[in-house]
């Protein structure tokens, strides 16, 4: 069975700068795919990026971007130029490619603060 | 606008009660899922359903049951089995298997009193 870890149950960063989120998995499948979502304190989940493991180049939307490392096994988030409204609790989540191995799995979660 | 909707917002239940939680896609999304989560741990799968009438238990099914009779709806009952219910429940839905993203209803909370 695959699983997700998330080894900062919190972080903080000030308003501006930049802020690294922490993501490993572990899987004996080669396809699936990786996602990080956000969940702001109105509690609806919010897909902030996804990447595919078959693709090489790293996943990138504005301000986020990741930095996958399949061999390795990591998913890191990348949240630049920090403003108050990235202050959530972060999901990473794996979904296998197979069809019958479609379900998330979740990670622990860590929560971002943004400081003024 | 499609999307998925989770009714009601807040349930209360008093113990030995079984209740049902919504949830509504009108997505056109074969799969459906149900989640748990509990405060510092991530979304638990409860079941699962990939097309109508079948469904599969996730990793925390006991005291739980649900349905698939229509594409658009999967509502979960909480049983008087379930020994820990209050919780915050989300559904969620993904089109198929080449639609990898999951969209999310808004979510449930569910206390019992």
């Known amino acids: 069975a695959q699983t997700v870890t998330q080894s900062q149950p919190e972080m903080s960063v000030q308003e501006a700068e930049t802020v690294t989120l922490s993501c490993t998995y572990d899987?004996?499948?080669?396809?699936?795919?990786l996602f990080w979502y956000k969940q702001p304190p109105s509690r609806q989940m919010i897909l902030v990026i996804r990447?595919?493991?078959?693709?090489?180049q790293n996943a990138t939307e504005n301000r986020f971007s990741v930095n996958f490392q399949k061999a390795a096994k990591s998913f890191s988030l990348k949240i630049s130029d920090s403003q108050l409204g990235d202050a959530a609790m972060y999901f990473c989540?794996?979904?296998?490619?197979?069809?019958?191995?479609?379900?998330?799995?979740f990670g622990p979660g860590t929560r971002l603060s943004v400081l003024p | 606008d499609g999307g998925i909707t989770q009714s009601p917002k807040y349930l209360f239940r008093k113990e030995g009660q079984n209740v049902t939680l919504s949830c509504e896609q009108n997505?056109?999304?074969?799969?459906m899922y149900w989640y748990r989560q509990d405060p510092g741990q991530g979304l638990r799968l409860i079941y699962y359903?990939?097309?109508?009438?079948?469904?599969q238990k996730g990793d925390i099914a006991e005291g739980y049951s649900v349905s698939r009779e229509k594409k658009e709806s999967f509502p979960l009952t909480v049983t008087s089995a379930q020994k820990n219910p209050t919780a915050f429940y989300l559904c969620?839905?993904?089109?198929?298997?080449?639609?990898?993203?999951?969209?999310f209803g808004q979510g449930t909370r569910l206390t019992v009193v």
């Open positions: 359903s990939q097309i109508v009438n079948d469904f």
């Open positions: 997505l056109n999304h074969d799969a």
């Open positions: 899987t004996s499948e080669s396809d699936y795919y």
């Open positions: 990447q595919e493991a078959y693709k090489q």
């Open positions: 969620a839905s993904t089109g198929g298997p080449m639609d990898t993203e999951a969209f």
């Open positions: 989540a794996y979904r296998s490619a197979s069809f019958y191995g479609q379900n998330f799995v």
